[in-house]
């Protein structure tokens, strides 16, 4: 048992090495005999001995029927490893950029077939799955539809912890037509999945600390709420929650609360000093804090480290500090 689990990763390393070279990633792979592998299946090889059986029995018992139905089964199964390839071949496969999430979520995928032939494209089932993984999805392919050949396969891609990683290779294979082979691929395409930390609901904390004087100025620190300002007539298409209902319940005239904000214009959200433990969660929270002043049109910066993103505002700056805590690791 030591010596297999010894062997194993030597193994799966010569083999990822030698899939590399073969077929190296691309955003986009068009099958070809480089990368196309095929062997019978487990019922191709019972269609195999059946034929072997006829023989011995034909020859032994000089029946021709008996041999004619093996010739018979054996030009099938060769027809058939020929019909199996080229239908396979017809494959030319990318995928969409993959959308970041975070941890513990799910991604949508966009894998795309293209046709190599105007007038035929691949047909039967094709089944996708990880690369060493018995799990697998199930597509069917259609017949492509004049004016739309492009066939969209709506996939998902689990993203179980915080990083930067690259796509996983993954396996294709096909059954078609008849069973008898089983034709594959392991492809990998040249994407990377972005993962966030899980957001977790804390305190807004805007600070001011660990930035230049020059900068500094008109920072202010932590505020997070609202403070009531007093009571106005009531507009058409203000917010049913901010109705004064005691007011309204009086039979007094139907009022609403006004409030005045002061939510800081600009600050820091600042990675504090913690354990390797503790990284995550705290990871975590400033990803909530990244989400919630983005929502609220403040502006921030955010210190991790060494590493500095100067204060901005809007959804790409959010995707900006959200990769850089996916990318973060303590030294």
């Not at 804090?289 to 210190?303: A, D, K, M, S």
């Not at 500095?308 to 973060?328: K, M, N, T, V, W």
Request: proline share 6%; charged share 15%; glycine share 6%.
């Amino acid at each position: 048992m030591r010596l297999k689990g010894s062997i194993k990763p030597h193994i799966d390393g010569f083999v990822k090495r030698w899939l590399s070279q073969r077929i190296p990633p691309a955003n986009r792979h068009r099958l070809t005999m480089r990368s196309i592998f095929i062997l019978p299946s487990r019922f191709g090889w019972m269609f195999l001995l059946l034929c072997v059986g006829l023989f011995i029995l034909g020859t032994n018992y000089q029946n021709n029927i008996m041999l004619l139905l093996c010739y018979l089964l054996v030009a099938i199964f060769l027809i058939n490893l020929h019909a199996s390839y080229w239908n396979f071949a017809r494959l030319d496969i990318s995928i969409d950029p993959i959308a970041s999430g975070y941890a513990g979520e799910q991604s949508p995928l966009q894998l795309r077939i293209h046709p190599t032939n105007a007038k035929q494209a691949a047909v039967g089932k094709l089944q996708i799955a990880n690369f060493n993984q018995p799990q697998s999805l199930s597509i069917d392919l259609i017949p492509q539809q004049p004016g739309n050949p492009t066939q969209v396969c709506q996939l998902s891609v689990d993203l179980p912890k915080r990083g930067v990683f690259q796509f996983p290779r993954i396996t294709l294979s096909s059954f078609y037509p008849l069973g008898l082979y089983r034709c594959w691929t392991h492809l990998d395409f040249d994407r990377e999945i972005v993962v966030y930390p899980t957001p977790l609901p804390c305190t807004l904390q805007l600070h001011q600390t660990g930035v230049d004087n020059e900068d500094a100025s008109g920072l202010t620190t932590v505020v997070g709420h609202d403070d009531f300002a007093g009571l106005t007539p009531y507009v058409v298409g203000d917010s049913l929650n901010r109705i004064a209902w005691k007011q309204v319940a009086k039979q007094q005239n139907w009022v609403s609360k006004s409030f005045d904000s002061h939510h800081a214009v600009t600050g820091w959200l600042v990675l504090p000093t913690v354990s390797t433990e503790q990284l995550e969660t705290a990871l975590s929270k400033l990803a909530f804090q990244i989400n919630q002043c983005t929502r609220e049109g403040i502006q921030f910066g955010l210190l991790l480290g060494r590493q500095r993103i100067a204060p901005a505002s809007g959804d790409q700056h959010r995707h900006a500090c959200l990769r850089a805590l996916a990318e973060f690791r303590l030294h």
